[in-house]
Nanobody, 127 residues
Framework: QLQLVESGGGLVQPGGSLRLSCAASGFTLDYYAIGWFRQAPGKERERVSCISNGGGSTNYADSVKGRFTISRDNAKNTVYLQMNSLKPEDTAIYYC????????????????????WGQGTQVTVAS
């Protein structure tokens, strides 16, 4: 059974950094793009970043470009989101997600529709 588990969230001051991890079990990440999403209180979930299966293609929301970096280590079956220069508006629950249909359907690019969600990790940026 596919499972994604996020970790690494916490409370950080503005300007600080956190690294989120998304560990997969029940399937190997090699054939799947993975996305990071976030949802702030009272707001819709938004896509933050995505990485293709081999890591050669990434994209970012305009709000995090230049501050966040997505990466993956397929040997560890884990995807990371390095978040630097954090702002209070980055406060949200962060989720990673696999493409719809995973693990049966292998979707390698960030054009995927994402639908297999982890439980989320809270990130709070406050002084």
């Amino acid at each position: 059974q596919l499972q994604l588990v996020e970790s690494g969230g916490g409370l950080v001051q503005p300007g600080g950094s956190l690294r989120l991890s998304c560990a997969a079990s029940g399937f190997t990440l090699d054939y799947y793009a993975i996305g990071w999403f976030r949802q702030a209180p009272g707001k819709e979930r938004e896509r933050v970043s995505c990485i293709s299966n081999g890591g050669g293609s990434t994209n970012y929301a305009d709000s995090v470009k230049g501050r966040f970096t997505i990466s993956r280590d397929n040997a560890k079956n884990t995807v990371y989101l390095q978040m630097n220069s954090l702002k209070p508006e980055d406060t949200a629950i962060y989720y990673c997600a696999a493409p719809v249909g995973a693990p049966s359907v292998k979707t390698t690019t960030c054009r995927a529709e994402f639908g297999s969600w982890g439980q989320g990790t809270q990130v709070t940026v406050a002084s």
